[in-house]
C-alpha cells in the first residue's frame, strides 16, 4: 500500500491513547502462565500483540476475546506449559520472539521461534548465552545468533551474567520466565544498561501478577525465587510511543488536542517526548491521565539523548526535520538493531525529503528543513508514523509499503484524519 499525506492546517479533537504494545505483551504472557483466569481489560490488538496471544495458545493457555468491549480471558497453564505443535512464527515482533525464548524453556520438549525476514535479522545471542548459564539450551539453527531458535525444554536456574548494551528485552525475557525455573535466578547486567525502563515496566507488571521480583538498581542485579504468578484483572495504560506521533503532529501544527489515557506516573521511557517537545518550544499541559497539546506550529532544533527512549528516534528525526536549526539525537545505537537499522533508514529516508541529515553511530544530526517527495517505510512501522507526520506538516509526501503500522498501532491513520483539518476540510490527513 501506498499512502500520500497531504498538507494539514489544523489539529485538534481529544482522542484516548491506543493501549501499550509493551504492556499488553507482558499482560498477556504473565496471564499466560499464571494459573487460572485472568482478565486483561483494554489490550491492544496489533501484528505484534496478536503474536504474542498466538504463541501463548500455543503453549496451552486457554484465549477468550470479548466481542463487546474487547477485553481478553486468559486460562493460564500455572506454569506447566504444552510443546507447542508447530514452529512459533511471531512474524515481525521482537518483544515475542525475546520473551518467549526464555519462556519456551518452560515447555518439554523443543520449541522452535522464528519470524519475517525482518525477524530473522535480530540479535538473539546474548540471550543465549545467558540462558546457557541458567542450563537452558538454546541456540540459533543459522548459528548467527539469530532466528530460528531451537530451545530444550529444562531451566534449572542459578547464577547468570549478559551485556546490556543490546536490547533490554533479553533481560526481562529471563525476568517473566524466572519464577518457574527450579531453583532462584541471579542476573546481573554488564556496562551500559539501554532501555532501562522497559525492564521497569517488567518488574511491574511482575509483581502486580504477584511475583516477588528483587532488584538491586545500583548493581544492575536482579534476584528471582521459584514462586508462581497469581491470576489477576489487569486494566492496560496508554501508549506513550503510538501517542508521540499524535503529540508530534499537534506540536508541527496549530492545533488544540488532548490525548487520554496516558499516565503522569507511567514507567514508559517514552513519555519523554512530552519533555522533547516542550523543549521545542511547544506548549504542554499534563494531569495525571492526558495530556494537552496547544501548538503554535513553530518549533525549534534540540539535543536529546535516546538511551532509554529507542522507539522515539523516528519521530523526534521528523519533527528535527521540520524545526528551525539542528536537532542532535544520541545514546541510540540500539536503534539499528529494530524492525529495520532505524538510524540508517530515518536518514535515507529524510535526505529523500531534502533534510540535511548526517548519520552518527549513536544517532542523527539533522539541519530543520524538509520538502515533500517519495520514501520507503523498508516496512518498518514506525518509519510510517514518523513521516506521515512531516507529510502533515510540508505537503505531498507519498510513503511506499505504508501499511505496516497495524504491527503497533492499527487506527492510527483513522485517528489522525479525525484529528486533521484541511484548509477547506475536503480532504483529512491523506
Ligand atoms: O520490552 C519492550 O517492550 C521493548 C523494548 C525496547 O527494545 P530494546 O530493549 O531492544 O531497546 C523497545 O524498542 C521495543 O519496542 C519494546
Ligand atoms: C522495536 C519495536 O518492537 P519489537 O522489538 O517488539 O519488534 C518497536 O515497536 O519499535
Do not use: W
Not at 545468533?145 to 542459578?158: A, D, E
Not at 533534510?355 to 512501522?381: P, Y
Amino acid at each position: 500500500m501506498e499512502l500520500t499525506v497531504q498538507q494539514a492546517e489544523r489539529i485538534e479533537g481529544i482522542v484516548k491513547a491506543p493501549p501499550s504494545k509493551s504492556y499488553t505483551h507482558r499482560a498477556f504472557i504473565i496471564a499466560a502462565l499464571a494459573e487460572g483466569k485472568s482478565i486483561i481489560r483494554d489490550p491492544l490488538y496489533s501484528e505484534d500483540t496478536n503474536a504474542s496471544l498466538d504463541a501463548c495458545r500455543a503453549f496451552g493457555s486457554e484465549v477468550q476475546v470479548d466481542e463487546d468491549d474487547g477485553h481478553c480471558t486468559i486460562k493460564g497453564v500455572g506454569g506447566q506449559l504444552k510443546t507447542p505443535e508447530n514452529v512459533l512464527n511471531v512474524k515481525n515482533s521482537g518483544t515475542t520472539l525475546r520473551i518467549m525464548t526464555s519462556v519456551s524453556a518452560l515447555a518439554p520438549g523443543y520449541t522452535v521461534l522464528t519470524g519475517d525476514k525482518s525477524l530473522r535479522k535480530r540479535p538473539m545471542q546474548d540471550l543465549l548465552d545467558s540462558l546457557k548459564q541458567l542450563e537452558v539450551s538454546a541456540f540459533s539453527t543459522r548459528n548467527n545468533g539469530m532466528p530460528p531458535v531451537i530451545v530444550k525444554g529444562g531451566f534449572k536456574g542459578g547464577k547468570t551474567e549478559i551485556k546490556g548494551n543490546v536490547s533490554s528485552q533479553f533481560i526481562s525475557s529471563i525476568l517473566i520466565a524466572s519464577p518457574y525455573a527450579e531453583n532462584a535466578v541471579n542476573l546481573h547486567v554488564k556496562g551500559k544498561f539501554i532501555s532501562k525502563p522497559y525492564v521497569d515496566m517488567t518488574l511491574d507488571i511482575m509483581r502486580k501478577f504477584g511475583v516477588q521480583a528483587e532488584y538491586e538498581r545500583s548493581e544492575s542485579s536482579f534476584h528471582i525465587e521459584p514462586q508462581s504468578y497469581k491470576k489477576r484483572n489487569y486494566t492496560v495504560e496508554g501508549d506513550y510511543s503510538s501517542a508521540s506521533y499524535i503529540i508530534a503532529a499537534a506540536a508541527a501544527l496549530k492545533s488544540d488536542v488532548t490525548i487520554k489515557n496516558l499516565l503522569h506516573d507511567s514507567k514508559q521511557g517514552d513519555k519523554l517526548i512530552v519533555d522533547i517537545v516542550q523543549d521545542m518550544g511547544c506548549d504542554v499541559k499534563v494531569k495525571r491521565d492526558e495530556v494537552k497539546i496547544s501548538g503554535h506550529g513553530k518549533l525549534k532544533g534540540v539535543d536529546v539523548d535516546l538511551q532509554n527512549a529507542p522507539d522515539l528516534l523516528p519521530t523526534v528525526a521528523a519533527l528535527g526535520s521540520i524545526s528551525h536549526g539542528k536537532t542532535r539525537i544520541t545514546g541510540v545505537e540500539h536503534a539499528r538493531y529494530k524492525e529495520t537499522d532505524r538510524i540508517q533508514t530515518c536518514a535515507s529516508e529524510l535526505s529523500k525529503l531534502g533534510v540535511n541529515v548526517q548519520e552518527e553511530k549513536d544517532g542523527l544530526l539533522i539541519e530543520g528543513g524538509v520538502h515533500g517527495g517519495v520514501v520507503d517505510s523498508h516496512m518498518d512501522h514506525r518509519l510510517v508514523m514518523a513521516l506521515y507526520i512531516i507529510g502533515l506538516k510540508v505537503g505531498n509526501v507519498t510513503i511506499k509499503n505504508a501499511s505496516v503500522y497495524d504491527v503497533s498501532f492499527p487506527k492510527f491513520p483513522e485517528i489522525m484524519k479525525k484529528l486533521c483539518r484541511q484548509e477547506n476540510d475536503t480532504k483529512k490527513g491523506y
